[in-house]
């Protein structure tokens, strides 16, 4: 697909159904353990995308990167729809709603109501019916695909965020809005850029 990451513009609004095939769910799992896990990875992408949308430059969710690229507010619109897709995915079924709008600040809640319907769903008690396979390589990876994006793009408008070690990142299942925890190790540079060499 065109574009920057390869993104193609949202398509048109469009509702598809589905039940999950019962060999692709993980009811084998313990329950508490599945809902662990992907409760631990709901609060991650919370936790960074949280960073990613905090204290945004003036006019970056209508910042245009090309005809082929969705516009900052679109593909927050397009997080949110993936939330509610996700929601879907943990009851078992599959249900695809386009639902976003052009305002910024309706999608960026949005985004954030939809990840707390999916961590309440998986705080619920007994056994998880849902597909954690499908939520893991749908929703939740390709969301945060996007909170990659987005960092990516408010460095290309002269905004970009610190990076950390979000290893050490204080990171709980449950906190899953815009107010996280402040970062524990941040740092300048690229933490990949090779050591200069000692003249020595």
């Known amino acids: 697909m ?7 513009p949202a398509p048109p609004a469009v509702q598809t159904t589905g039940v999950m095939p019962s060999q692709h769910t993980s009811s084998s799992l313990s329950g508490a353990e599945t809902r662990a896990v992907l409760r631990h990875l709901a609060a991650t992408l919370a936790y960074r995308a ?17 005809p082929s690229t969705r516009r900052p507010v679109q593909i927050v ?3 949110a729809d993936l939330m509610t897709w996700a929601l879907t995915l943990a009851r078992g079924e599959s249900i695809w709603t386009a639902a976003g709008s052009d305002n910024w600040d309706v999608e ?21 019916t849902g597909s954690v396979e499908k939520l893991i390589q749908g929703p939740l990876a390709d969301a945060l695909t996007h909170v990659g994006q987005l960092a990516m793009l408010r460095g290309m ?28 190790r941040e740092f300048d540079g690229d933490a990949s850029a090779p050591a200069p060499r000692s003249r020595d």
Not at 108 to 128: H, I, P, T
Not at 159 to 179: C, F, H, K, M, Q
């Open 77 to 79: 619109a397009h997080m």
């Open 157 to 184: 408008t002269g905004a970009p965020i610190r990076p950390e070690s979000y290893a050490r990142a204080d990171i709980a299942p449950g906190r899953v809005g815009l107010e996280q925890a402040p970062p524990v």
């Open 108 to 128: 960026v809640r949005r985004f954030f109501d939809g990840l707390a319907a999916v961590d309440r769903e998986l705080s619920s008690e007994g056994a998880f």
């Open 2 to 8: 065109p574009g920057l990451w390869g993104v193609a």
């Open 50 to 66: 949280a960073k990613v949308l905090r204290d945004v430059p003036s006019g970056f969710e209508a910042a245009t990167f090309g």
